[in-house]
Nanobody
Framework: QLQASGGGLVQAGGSLRLSCAAS????????MAWYRQAPGRQRELVAT???????DYTDSVKGRFTASRDDAKNTGYLQMNSLKPEDTAVYYC???????????WGQGTLVTVSS
């Protein structure tokens, strides 16, 4: 089970840090992803962080967003800086399917960036 938090309303140029707390004891063994879904749009992959800490980002957030993880706390983070109105979306954390372990999703946290 994943619990996402940290969303809110912020002005353009501001920052937010999303957290995703996992009850999964396998958290440290698994890659993690952040997705977002804006109104009327498909869910898109925003960032990934591997179990070894390697990260990758969609082009639109490169240089502004940073994914990290603290395996001791079973928690992943998405630091979002220089936010833009087009970043407005519900953000979801995900542990992709791995072996016998199912795909897991957080409930989503709303980020609203005002211009």
């Amino acid at each position: 089970q994943l619990q996402a938090s940290g969303g809110g309303l912020v002005q353009a140029g501001g920052s937010l840090r999303l957290s995703c707390a996992a009850s999964e004891i396998t958290f440290g063994m698994r890659n993690m992803a952040w997705y977002r879904q804006a109104p009327g749009r498909q869910r898109e992959l925003v960032a990934t962080i591997s179990r070894t800490g390697s990260t990758d980002y969609t082009d639109s957030v490169k240089g502004r967003f940073t994914a990290s993880r603290d395996d001791a706390k079973n928690t992943g983070y998405l630091q979002m800086n220089s936010l833009k109105p087009e970043d407005t979306a519900v953000y979801y954390c995900n542990l992709p399917k791995m072996g016998i372990f199912s795909d897991a999703w957080g409930q989503g946290t709303l980020v609203t960036v005002s211009s």
